[in-house]
């Protein structure tokens, strides 16, 4: 039997690319192995929307080297944004790389690796599936196998969008969409696998419609902000979801774009017990000169407003966004007016970057103009922003009842108590102690939350908990010597939230 060793570098989406992989070659026969000397397949699927990606993924390959000269027999494949970037010019610069794989070309990955074996030869194949798009499964079988509690589904890839720091609409092509009765299948699939919970993922998630229907109004106002506040497709296939697959126990998306939360997706929120408290919103700056520069299409006004309805479609609604800081023409009031939105918005969290240029991006022709050591300032002073919001959030749930999603077990005491990890409907991490003989993974449960750490919650589980499944063999109990409370019990591990 042929073995296989996938590494991942990058965002959700490659996450789920390496998750699809994986899945295209278990179906041929191929077993995971975590040992590069057992592998016959190396697959690296990098992504290229960090800073110097292609430059790590160069010296990542190069650590290669040995292992190919050493087993030439081993298949080496790039995937992911970088390889769709590079193309074939990849199999010059780095001669002992066999395959560099498209996005959209993962379903062939198998028989490339047999051509490569056969013809002794390299191949790049990165061509985008713009006329017949293909979306591939998410596995109900490894999800079952590997017993996850949540998973990805895709229902769009590409992007329409063009902000000018960005290379995603070069590397994954124009928007295609997936078909809802694909989509609700599938999901479908993974709940009677065991999965509870379901996040849809697209580039711009919320600009969903249905394939071959027309899409909603996508035009811009005077001000530059979308004209179509009301309906959405996107909302209606939640509903749809939620209607068809009632044993979901959660619903999310990622990411969505501030242009399409229209009333009909806040009113969605507002009556789907099934939808999170809780929306990731990518805004990138406060300021309307920035925004316009990166191409955003939207003002903070429109931001704002959007934000407004969402955090007041249920009570304790929280947002998280993406700022990039620094970058071309951002003045100290530009930058300003990204600290003030932290404080009238009230993220819950945030994921900050200083700006860097990204080759093939439009904003290459605008001149980097802000100096490293404002940019290094800048983010520290937003990073500092962002983290009182996210303890005020998290201090004023102290108190509050909420239901919490097992994910896993977190470390098990020495003192007969078992620490298991899961994620509020607001995405915050909450950790809650059970008896040792308990499995709690993938449990729906409703907690009190009881402490509130830097990034974390703590929480209690309260009731009747004999109805719950046993654990097949409890892991033994290993001595500590870590801090403990004053009470003798071990510290709960504090884990920094997305
Ligand atoms: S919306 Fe903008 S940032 Fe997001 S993927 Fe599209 S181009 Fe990139």
Redesign the pocket.
């Known amino acids: 039997m042929k073995r296989y060793l996938v590494q991942t570098h990058g965002c959700q989406m490659n996450v789920h690319d390496s998750r699809r992989i994986e899945e295209v070659l278990a179906k041929e026969g191929y077993e995971r192995t975590d040992d590069s000397q057992l592998a016959d397949l190396i697959v690296i699927n990098t992504c290229s929307v960090r800073e110097k990606a292609e430059h790590k993924l160069l010296s990542l390959l190069g650590t290669m080297k040995p292992l190919k000269d050493e087993r030439p027999s081993v298949v080496l494949a790039v995937a992911g944004c970088v390889a769709q970037q590079e193309g074939a010019k990849l199999l010059g610069r780095v001669p002992h790389v066999d395959i560099v794989l498209g996005p959209d070309n993962i379903a062939e990955l198998p028989g490339l690796v047999s051509h490569v074996e056969r013809e002794k030869t390299s191949i790049a194949r990165t061509v985008f599936d713009v006329h017949d798009p293909r979306f591939l499964d998410a596995g109900a079988e490894l999800s079952r196998r590997d017993r996850e509690v949540s998973s990805f589904v895709t229902v769009m890839k590409g ?1 329409n ?3 000018t ?2 290379i ?2 070069t590397t994954r092509g124009p928007e295609r969409y997936r078909a809802s009765s694909d989509v609700i299948r599938e999901v479908r699939a993974l709940v009677e696998g065991g999965v509870r919970e379901v996040t849809l993922l697209g ?2 998630v919320n600009s969903w419609h249905e394939p071959g229907a027309v899409a909603d109004d996508d035009s811009d106002d005077e001000l530059g902000n979308p004209r179509n506040m009301g309906e959405s497709q996107f909302a209606r296939l939640l509903r749809a979801i939620a209607h068809e697959v009632p044993g979901l126990a959660r619903l999310r998306y990622t ?1 969505p ?1 501030p242009r399409h939360v229209t009333d009909a997706l806040v009113r969605a929120h507002a009556e789907l017990e099934v939808l999170p408290a809780h929306v990731h919103l ?1 805004v990138q700056s406060g300021s309307n000169r920035v925004l316009r520069r990166m191409s ?1 299409r939207y003002t903070r006004e429109h931001y704002v407003a959007r934000a407004r309805a969402l955090l007041a479609s249920r009570p304790r609604f929280t947002l998280s966004t993406d700022f990039i800081v620094g970058f071309p023409g951002e003045t100290e009031d530009d930058f300003r007016e990204t600290l003030a939105l932290v404080e009238e918005v009230g993220f819950s969290a945030a994921f900050c970057f200083k700006y860097s240029q990204r080759p093939g991006t439009p904003a290459l022709k605008l001149e980097d103009d802000v100096s490293e050591a404002d940019k290094d300032e800048r983010l520290a002073r937003l990073f500092a922003a962002v983290e009182t919001s996210q303890r005020q959030n998290l201090a004023s749930l102290v108190g509050t009842r909420t239901k919490v999603l097992i994910e896993d077990l977190g470390r098990e005491g020495d003192d007969g108590i078992a620490r298991w990890k899961g994620r509020s409907e607001r995405h915050e991490i909450v950790h809650v102690e059970a008896p040792p003989e308990l499995d709690l993974r993938g449990q729906f449960l409703e907690a009190a939350i009881v402490h509130a750490n830097a990034h974390s919650l703590m929480g209690r589980v309260e009731g009747d908990l004999s109805g719950l499944p046993r654990r097949e063999a409890p892991a033994p109990r290993a001595p500590s010597d870590e801090p403990r409370t004053e009470h003798g019990r071990r510290r709960l591990p504090v884990t920094k939230s997305a």
Do not use: A, D, I, L
């Open positions: 992007c969008e063009r902000c720091f960005c995603v609409p580039q711009t990411s774009h990518p955003r």
